[in-house]
């Protein structure tokens, strides 16, 4: 398994395997594991080698966005065509709307934290688990990509090209033309 998850432990940075709960894992749960492993590797922090690669195409190819077999086929994703995809696809939330034991590979929900207008786009992060200290997975402009807590988030962003706290917005994908996740395994009766 890669060692790639970066925690910190008393000072200083520690190696440890991306371990999902697996406990109520599907099949999509585990490819968004295995896109997150491999934009890791890729990406890592220490090693920043696609510098080019926009937060945009980090977070839409982990969410399986585009039909592609790996990261390195993905075509990259402009600031433009990221709002395009954002308008047409997700739909804006409060934080309080995203479950507190919210985990990205044991639900069929999915979430971005969308920093920046929404109609320009500074930045993307995937809302990967909520009881995480660090829930957001995203690849920062400089630094290649990790997990974050949203005060790095806030440190990173705030104050960049106008960017205030009221710039941090939530998303979840939109289901249209299929059953929400949230209804699978309900029964509707209508009555006329």
């Not at 749960?29 to 080698?49: F, T, W, Y």
């Not at 929404?118 to 688990?129: G, I, M, Q, T």
């Not at 106008?162 to 009555?191: E, M």
């Amino acid at each position: 398994m890669q060692m790639n998850l970066r925690h910190e432990v008393a000072g200083a940075e520690t190696s440890k395997p991306f371990q999902p709960r697996t406990v109520k894992m599907d099949h999509e749960g585990v490819l968004i594991s295995e896109r997150m492993a491999e934009i890791m590797s890729m990406c890592d922090r220490n090693n920043p080698i696609y510098e080019q690669i926009s937060s945009y195409s980090v977070a839409l190819y982990t969410l399986g966005f585009f039909d592609c077999p790996d990261f390195m086929s993905f075509q990259d994703v402009s600031d433009d065509e990221a709002a395009g995809i954002l308008n047409a696809n997700f739909s804006e939330i409060d934080f309080d709307e995203i479950p507190k034991n919210y985990h990205i590979a044991e639900s069929k929900e999915r979430y971005l934290l969308v920093i920046g207008d929404p109609l320009f786009p500074k930045h993307f992060a995937v809302v990967s688990d909520r009881r995480s200290s660090r829930p957001y997975f995203s690849k920062l402009p400089f630094f290649g990509t990790g997990y974050d807590s949203m005060d790095e988030l806030i440190k990173e962003f705030a104050g960049i090209d106008g960017v205030t706290l009221d710039d941090f917005h939530f998303y979840q994908k939109d289901w249209y033309g299929q059953i929400p996740p949230s209804c699978l395994g309900k029964i509707y009766i209508v009555k006329d």
